[in-house]
């Protein structure tokens, strides 16, 4: 996979603790601009008083708690949480072009809580909403394992094709779940394909307080898992066959990571719905501000790129514009289909 690409220039005389600091300052100023902009302006010295507990004006109180500060928290940790499954994907895959959009990962997670959503129309009531937390829970889960399902399939086929096969396959069983989503909705009632319709517009402004109590504890898990993987990982990119040299149990290894991905991209899925190409762009980008192999050192980047890039998009989209509302993958495809063409196109080093 000859994805190491040349740092770049601007970032070069800086030593790798200071990129990282730069990093986490971008997060920051982009958090604080997502809490601060909107329809009704906020100042920051009154939203930081208000998150230290300080009384604020009710107004701005109730935009903070209720509407801002849980998309900037989902913006947030989704990012994050795709920024490293986009660059644990292209460690396992060894193709820098893999993603859990292009891969078709979320569409099949997407059919997972199709399938449920379906089984609760037939049972005859509303099964997610009147379960309350365990309808978030068995949302989360059946998106889980729409993405595992997926997952291993490409697993199983990514040894007896080359990759751009694999790719192909990928689209193409997505665009089947995208099918059989259609289909199975003709078994719903109204209410509920509309609200599944709803969620097929990737945002990080649908998901509830319940959700989001269980999505950044889920998406925490999962990054803690992948730290244990670190070394493993950097032994598969020297091949399974050197891993196995070394004692690592290489199917096994595999496996977890492959499950950690479909974790991380199902629950997202779950409460976002399908997010586009982020992973891909925060892993991409993160192999040129951090030119090494290490995913120690990668996957922190990944981590705070895809964190930052959520931020921003979400941002960008609720900007008070004042005849268009954009899409919040449409944001992320005007910006990041360029940043990843440019890392793409630029001159690679010998891996």
Known sequence: MTTNLEPYPSFTHLPAWCRYVLLAVLTLTLLIAELTIGAVEIPVTAIL???AGSPIESVWHNILFEFRLPRALNALVSGAALGAAGLLLQTLFRNPLADP?????VHSARLG??????FSGVAGHTLLSNLGLA????LALASVAGSTLLLSLLAFISGRVNTITLLISGLMVGYMAVGLISVLLH???ENQARAF??????SFAGATAAQLRLLIPGVLLGLAALWMLFKPLNALLLGDRYAASMGMPVKRIRRIALFIAA???GLVTAYCGPVAFLGLVAAQVARGIIPSADHRLLMPAAVLLGASLGLAADLVTHLPWSRHVLHLN???GLVGAPIALYVLLRPHTKP
């Open 49 to 51: 008083g208000a998150l």
């Open 101 to 105: 959009y292009v891969l078709g990962i």
């Open 113 to 118: 809580a199709a399938v449920l959503v379906t």
């Open 135 to 138: 309808g978030d829970v068995g």
């Open 187 to 189: 078994f719903v009632d």
């Open 197 to 202: 319709k709803a969620w097929d517009d990737a």
């Open 263 to 265: 974790w991380l991209c």
């Open 330 to 332: 449409a944001v992320i």
